[in-house]
């Protein structure tokens, strides 16, 4: 993450340097992310969103289920689903969109998909998100 310059914005709250940094959005993502509809949030502080404005954000538009992946699925991913499960949101990760480092003590995907299996609503596969998705469109 850090070798692709993910955290590598000035500022929160400035978008300067964000095009085409390794923070900026992956290409193939931009159009659904820049299209309109998409909240962005602010930036999440350690792990989870505990001190960031998700949960206001989806409540102010009746959301109740979240649909989760993310590239650090024993740490982001797995907190956001601990912290969106006690504020009584339905979660789903989806098991094949998330990653994890390995280390000598240990595998964090392998961990964390552990985790998953316990406290999630659903363990998905992308395949079975989209046709999920598509379905309640």
């Given at each position: 993450m850090h070798a692709i310059g993910m955290f590598d914005r000035p500022g929160s709250l400035?978008?300067?340097?964000?095009?085409?940094?390794?923070?900026?959005w992956m290409p193939q993502y931009k159009k659904y992310?820049?299209?309109?509809?998409?909240?962005?949030?602010?930036?999440?502080?350690?792990?989870?969103?505990?001190?960031?404005d998700l949960n206001l954000q989806l409540r102010k538009r009746g959301i109740d289920k979240v649909i989760?992946?993310?590239?650090?699925a024993n740490l982001c991913t797995q907190a956001h689903l601990y912290e969106l499960l006690e504020?009584?949101?339905e979660?789903?990760?989806?098991?094949?969109?998330?990653?994890g480092a390995k280390v000598p003590e240990g595998d964090g995907y392998l961990a964390a998909l552990i985790n998953f299996r316990m406290v999630a609503n659903g363990v998905w596969w992308t395949d079975d998100a989209v046709e999920r998705i598509a379905r309640s469109a």
């Open positions: 400035t978008l300067e340097g964000f095009e085409g940094s390794g923070a900026d992310i820049e299209d309109g509809e998409t909240i962005v949030c602010s930036p999440h502080k350690v792990y989870s969103p505990a001190q960031n989760l992946a993310g590239m650090s504020l009584g949101f979660v789903a990760v989806v098991r094949d969109a998330t990653a």
